[in-house]
């Protein structure tokens, strides 16, 4: 064997396990960013099925509290930007801005949705309507699924981001377009983190 080509085997044998390496680590990136973007979504259909209860909600409510005109409001704008901020983090899971906005929007929500059930224990009748029972126990379970694909989520989060900033990933995400940590979805209110206690009985 020519003394030339030992150089040139041990040198494409190290390029190789390099390239192997790098291949390894690009899909574990991709496969672990791939698993928040689901667990994301899960976030998304729960929070989509909550906002499309709340009209129903209003609607009912609307027909006692015609003097709450203005709390009603309130819940709907609320619930629109909501709406508007789930579909910009929809497009975006994991971005910073996004995951931001869509917790602001949910704890705006969820302070008025709280005013409004409390302004509704002022009217009997309404705690009593078979359809607002249903409607805020649908609410209510609605809520405990967000708090669970919410974790999912985070944790899901935590595990990209603890990958990507260890070595030898760390030195070749940024090469893979993996440049920055996913965010998780925090609440700041207490109000948002757990469901809220909603009784019409």
């Known amino acids: 064997m020519e003394t030339w080509l030992i150089p040139v085997l041990v040198i494409g044998g190290l390029v190789a396990v390099v390239l192997i390496w790098g291949v390894g680590i ?7 960013e791939n698993r928040f973007e689901n667990a994301f979504s899960q ?8 906002y499309d209860l709340i009209p129903n909600l209003v609607e009912i409510a609307k027909g006692y509290m015609s003097h709450e005109r203005e709390t009603l409001e309130a819940v709907i704008t ?4 909501a709406v508007g901020s789930l579909k910009a983090a929809a497009a975006h899971p994991g971005a910073a801005g996004a995951m931001a906005d869509l917790a602001g929007a949910e704890q705006g929500l969820s302070g008025v949705l709280g005013r ?8 009997p009748d309404l705690k009593a309507n ?10 209510t379970a609605t809520e405990n699924k967000v708090s ?15 990958y990507r900033e260890s070595f030898p990933p760390i030195v070749f995400a940024g090469v893979f377009g993996h440049s920055q940590n996913a965010e998780l979805l925090r609440f700041d209110s207490a109000a948002i983190a757990t469901a809220p206690k909603v009784s019409f009985n």
């Open 26 to 32: 690009y899909n574990r990136l991709v496969s672990l």
């Open 130 to 139: 078979q359809n607002m029972m249903q409607l805020t126990e649908e609410l």
């Open 78 to 81: 609320a619930r629109n930007q």
């Open 148 to 162: 669970f694909a919410r974790q999912h989520y985070n944790d899901a989060v935590m595990e990209y981001n603890t």
């Open 116 to 123: 409004l059930f409390a302004v509704a224990e002022a009217y």
């Open 43 to 50: 976030i998304e259909v729960q929070l989509q099925r909550r």
